[in-house]
């Protein structure tokens, strides 16, 4: 069992347009309604590399820059762990398409933006860090598992950590074998100690058996079911609402995680 504190979230979907818009919406005050997202330009990023940047790294800053605004602070200071089920789908098509054909000439951008720590790198450039960063990828648990490696991280450095969880929908024919519905993105800035700041909550983590909590509203749970990142929207929930509780959500293998909300 161990715990941490978050200081910040950060969400990126359709209909949920950053943490303080996405308020009423999951703490069950108004009714979900898909809206789409409009192209972002991430304010972090020099201009040589936004232009380098792809749909899915744009989602990856969407959410972490929404963190940190509502965090403020150094965000060079931070150490953050990148979780992303497939990382970047479009990519890995352009690239198969192009080794599908003669001549094999493969875009050097789409080659520099395949390696699934793209993200993390992007983010270490914007901020100027100098400190731990981390990548991985659990398929449908990659957010538990992220969170799981930001609580550890924070422990070990007594510090802040930055945790992004993302995934943007996959181009035909990967789409068949890898059907997500939409792009989107969960942010979580987590500490071992409370600071000077009020934090949204203290949760505290145990193992549990197989199994999940569903969300509490019909059409977030559309959304979570369809979105490794998605996967959070329970947990997202108790935070909105500043409500005590405890959730599950499905860990690698047979395990899965309870989580437990104090605010």
Sequence with gaps: ?????????????????????????????????????????????????????????????????????????????????????????AVLHRICAALAQLPRVISPTDFHNSVHNAASGYWSIAVQSMAPTTTLSAYDASFTAGLLEAVALARERSGDVLLVAYDSGAPPPLAAKRPLALSAGVALIIGRYAGSAQPLARLTFDLAGDGETPCVHPELERLRVGHPALRALPLLELLAARRAGSVTLRGTGTLSVEIRCEP
Aim: aromatic fraction near 8%; include cysteine; hydrophobic fraction near 50%.
């Design 1 to 89: 069992m161990t715990d941490c504190f978050v200081k910040a979230v950060g969400i990126a979907a359709p209909g949920l347009g950053g943490w303080t818009a996405s308020l009423p919406v999951l703490s069950g005050a108004a009714a979900y309604a898909y809206q789409a997202e409009t192209p972002y330009a991430p304010a972090l990023l020099p201009p040589n590399e936004r232009r380098r940047a792809t749909a899915t790294v744009r989602q990856a800053f969407r959410a972490a820059e929404d963190a940190l605004a509502a965090a403020g602070g150094e965000a060079r200071e931070l150490a953050s762990v990148f979780a992303s089920s497939d990382a970047d789908m």
